[in-house]
Every structure is written in C-alpha cells, then in structure tokens.
C-alpha cells in the first residue's frame, strides 16, 4: 500500500481546519466559497479535455463506445452521465456505458471494498469485446484505484483508447493511473472541506467534466443543431413539449404547426427538414440518413 496520505485529495484543508465550529451560514459559506474554485481547476484542464471530445469523437465516426469506470462516487457519476445520454440525445444505451466497482447494487449501496481489486476491473470490461475503436475513461480521484488500474490495463491490451480523469497528480507529479493513459485529464481540486471527502469539490469538478465530454463528443456527432437537442426522445409531456419548442425555434413557425409536425415526422430533426425543405417525410428521412443525421449538413445539402 502506497502512502495515501501523499495524495492531494486526502491532504487536510487549513481554511477549514475549524468548520465544526462556525455558524451553519459560516460553514456554508466556507463550503460555497471553496466549491468556487472548482471551475478554475477545470478550466486549466480544458486542452487535455479538448483531447479527449476529439479522440472520442472520432472513435465514434469508426462505431466506438465510451466506458466510463469508476469506483464509488467517481463510479455513480459516470453511470449517471451515461445513463443520461440516451434520452438527452437520442443514442443506444450501449453507446455509453457506466461500469462501477461492485455492480449497479454499489448505486445506492457503498461496497468500497469492491476498488480494491484489479481483477474485478478487467473482468467487468471483458464480456463487451472492446475494439481499438472504443474508449475506456477510467475515473478515480486518487488516481490510484485498483479496480480503475486494472480496467486501463485491460483496455490497453486489446487497443482501446485509454484515457483517465482525476484530481491528483499533475505534470510533476503523474498519478498512477495517468501514466497508463494516453490522455490524462487531471483537476487540481485541492484538499476537501472534509479530509478525504472526494464526493465534494473533486466529485463536483468529475460531474463538470464528463458533462463537457457526453456534450462535446454529441455536438460533434450532429446531435445538437445551433444550441438546441434535436435528437431529444419524446418519450414523455415534458419531452413533447420541449421537442415542439424546438421545433418552432429552428423553423420560426407557429407552436400549433409544431405539434402537427412532430405529429407528422415522429422526431424533431425530421419535422425541421421537411419544414425548411418543404419535403415529405420518407424524402426528409433519406436526405438525413444520407447526412448521417447531420441536420446542418442535410439543410444546406440542396
């Protein structure tokens, strides 16, 4: 066992050395103050993200998939943006795939004796068949995760890309798992409010991080039209509602022409193509299909 008390992420916080005895709008200030700081830690990461959205993205272009892994909250929240993907942008559920160290049980139940095993990273990975086209971005804090460790080992030996988000190390100082990848994005979070409480500002700057990589690699893949979600699922009141808004903003027609639209074409890029195109829906349903679904490229096509 390697000396954890090294780490960054477990080194104790001076500001608030005394937060058990502040005031509750002292302490949450102190909190709030500290969360502060998380944006600028990711935004000194912003190259190495930029990396990762392209090389991701052009895994995709080939038929990749993107695993996320991790182990407890590093774990959960790579699940979380995975499982989001689907209804946000219309894709597969086994385009992103969440993996945490014991099993979708460690969700709502800690098993944090499930990162301990290197084994378990690798076997967790093995019945997906990865190819040199997927990419595996493992997700630790510490940067030293066995579970993590063991899936980039894994990953590594079929040809996977490997890339690793944390908030240790640094260009001086590489965490374990950064030397492995070939894209290391590492955030210098600092020491929590609570020693070793990785769930705060390091579990925050995770969340800021995979949300840009999800967003980046989908834009890219001509899922977003200017800033709207055009492959957003209609699966529910709200969805159908944001789905016609949508429709009505790309086309500036009425929101009552929306509604028949969305009702006509069954999805939203479809219904803008035949609106500003003025096609039916097999002709609009090619001419996407033909454009990947790129609704910029398929509009400016004719």
């Not at 992420?9 to 500001?15: I, Y």
Request: proline letters at 4%; a negative charge.
């Amino acid at each position: 066992m390697e000396d954890l008390a090294r780490l960054l992420t477990e080194a104790r916080n001076p500001r608030s050395e005394h937060i058990d005895r502040l005031s509750t709008i002292d302490m949450l200030t102190l909190i709030n103050d500290e969360d502060a700081t998380v944006a600028a830690a990711v935004r000194a990461a912003l190259p190495q993200i930029a990396a990762a959205v392209d090389a991701i993205s052009a895994r995709f272009a080939q038929g990749g998939r993107l695993f996320y892994i991790g182990a407890g909250t590093s774990g959960r929240l790579g699940v979380l943006d995975a499982s989001e993907c689907p209804p946000t942008f219309s894709v597969p559920p086994g385009l992103f795939v969440g993996l945490i160290a014991g099993g979708d049980s460690s969700l709502r139940r800690s098993s944090e004796s499930s990162e301990d095993s290197v084994a378990a990273g690798a076997a967790d990975l093995e019945p997906f068949a990865l190819t040199p086209h997927d990419t595996v971005l493992g997700i630790a804090a510490s940067g030293r995760t066995p579970y993590v460790l063991g899936a980039l080992d894994y990953a590594i030996e079929v040809g996977a890309l490997a890339i690793v988000l944390t908030c240790a190390g640094g260009a001086e100082h590489p965490s374990r798992m950064a030397t492995l990848a070939e894209i290391a994005i590492e955030l210098a979070t600092g020491p929590e409010v609570l020693t070793g409480s990785t769930r705060m500002k390091a579990g925050t700057a995770t969340k800021l991080v995979l949300n840009m990589i999800s967003t980046g690699v989908m834009i890219h893949s001509g899922a977003v039209f200017g800033n709207l979600m055009v492959n957003v699922q209609t699966t529910n009141a709200k969805l159908v509602d944001r789905a016609e808004r949508i429709i009505a903003e790309a086309t500036g027609c009425e929101r009552t022409a929306a509604t028949e639209l969305l009702r006509q074409a069954g999805t939203v890029k479809t219904a803008i193509v035949m609106q500003l195109l003025g096609l039916a829906r097999a002709d609009a349903e090619s001419i996407l299909a033909t454009h990947r679904g790129r609704l910029a490229e398929a509009l400016t096509a004719r």
